[in-house]
């Protein structure tokens, strides 16, 4: 058997395959939970973590990940802008969107967008590990209750949600506004100049039909759009 190399001496042993996660969120307990629930299992083999999107971007471009936890909402740049720029640049890297937003205003927009699957942040350690192994195999993560509600809508033929309508910066843009943030503020956010935040604002409000924020406002706290 010393005669064998060594990957051949135990054909039986570490037969599992080692997983390499990536953690991006801006709150450390929550990554440190997250990263509590991963290192008890045997088959991950490295957990990394990024306190932004920029960061975020900066560790995968330069290591090899297996899979993604995203938060949407972080400084800078945001979940669904980091997975925009993944779709290119790393379009078979699976990427699980983590956020306190209800998974019926958010998820198909981002499974659209490119998620393999959406986890909002109240569920359990055991879906988590599911969502994993699930989105590992190529497949894509969606709870029971998010997939009976696509299938009702394709049979009824709902109409889309007036946001749903909107571009991603515009989406953005809204959820800003009904956050209550000043256009010097998103534009500070958003590493934009006051008058695009403002076009953006304009294209919001006509392609929903509003003259106000207050409308704008009324209508994210009305569908959930913001906490």
């Known amino acids: 058997?010393?005669?064998?190399?060594?990957?051949?001496?135990?054909?039986d042993e570490d037969r599992v395959i080692r997983m390499r996660v990536l953690i991006a969120?801006?709150?450390?307990?929550?990554?440190?939970?997250?990263?509590?629930?991963?290192?008890?299992?045997?088959?991950?083999?490295?957990?990394g973590e990024a306190d932004n999107g920029s960061r975020a971007l900066d560790l995968i471009r330069k290591q090899r990940w297996?899979?993604?936890?995203?938060d949407l909402t972080m400084p800078g740049?945001?979940?669904?802008?980091?997975?925009?720029?993944?779709?290119?640049?790393?379009?078979?890297?699976?990427?699980i969107i983590l956020s306190a937003h209800p998974e019926d205003q958010l998820a198909v927009r981002l499974l659209k967008s490119g998620a393999a699957g959406y986890l909002t942040k109240d569920?359990?350690?055991?879906?988590?590990?599911?969502?994993?192994?699930?989105?590992l195999r190529g497949e894509k993560y969606l709870s029971e209750s998010l997939t009976e509600r696509i299938a009702l809508n394709v049979i009824s033929g709902a109409a889309s949600s007036l946001h749903e309508t909107l571009?991603?910066?515009?989406?953005?843009?809204?959820?800003?506004?009904?956050?209550g943030k000043t256009?010097?503020?998103?534009?500070?956010?958003?590493?934009?100049s006051i008058r695009t935040v403002s076009t953006y604002r304009t294209r919001v409000l006509e392609k929903?039909?509003?003259?106000?924020?207050?409308?704008?406002?009324?209508?994210?706290?009305?569908?959930?759009?913001?906490?």
């Open 183 to 192: 256009v010097k503020a998103i534009a500070d956010e958003l590493f934009l």
């Open 1 to 11: 058997m010393d005669d064998l190399p060594a990957d051949l001496q135990h054909p």
């Open 123 to 135: 569920k359990t350690s055991e879906i988590l590990i599911t969502a994993v192994r699930k989105v």
């Open 167 to 179: 571009s991603h910066r515009e989406y953005q843009v809204l959820r800003m506004i009904a956050s």
């Open 208 to 227: 929903m039909n509003m003259k106000t924020n207050a409308e704008l406002i009324r209508y994210a706290l009305q569908n959930k759009l913001v906490e």
């Open 25 to 47: 969120d801006d709150h450390p307990i929550f990554r440190a939970g997250l990263k509590n629930i991963l290192g008890k299992e045997k088959d991950v083999e490295v957990i």
């Open 77 to 95: 740049k945001d979940g669904l802008e980091v997975l925009q720029e993944l779709r290119h640049e790393r379009p078979n890297l699976p990427v």
């Open 66 to 70: 297996d899979v993604v936890l995203l």
